[in-house]
């Protein structure tokens, strides 16, 4: 029975010890895109526009905002945003980026950038169109996550105006 005692003894210590021979994980977990932001981005009875303005983006732009745009469907958000940023200090005037590194940023849960980079897409972004509806939208998402009602409202509201229906045709 001694014998049996220190042989389970002996064991859980190498077993514990084992426990020691292989490093910490110490990668940040992966980015994962969450399902009901993305059903808010991007809601399912989207209103359609007849009328869609959208800046030109010069070529060097162009390419690197399809980049962060793969990278991003690719859950790669944060090479997605450095793309992004370059995109964004050649052309700032461009709200298609500013946009998407909100969306970026509000599935990272980072409510504050997120809110931050939609502002400035509703300044730089159309006037009209789909594009700017999701600028509001993605505003007014960021804007209740940190508690900002007012701002909400005010980007609700605004999101509404983006729409141009079809008129009567007779």
Known sequence: MKLFYKLSLVLSFIFLSACQIFPERKEAPADVRDATIDAQINPKEQQDSVLETLPLMNNAVLSLYNQAKTLYENNNFEQAIA???RAYEIQPNVGQVSQLMA?????????QQSFYWSS?????GPSKGKSCEKSW????????????????????????????????RY
């Not at 969306?103 to 990272?108: D, S």
């Open 103 to 111: 969306e970026i940023y509000l599935h990272k849960g980072d409510f």
């Open 83 to 85: 793309k992004l940023e």
């Open 120 to 124: 400035i897409a509703t300044k730089n």
């Open 137 to 168: 939208r993605i505003l007014a998402i960021a804007a209740e996550k940190i508690d900002n009602v007012v701002q909400q409202a005010t980007a609700l509201e605004k999101k509404e105006n983006c729409i141009v229906k079809a008129g009567n």
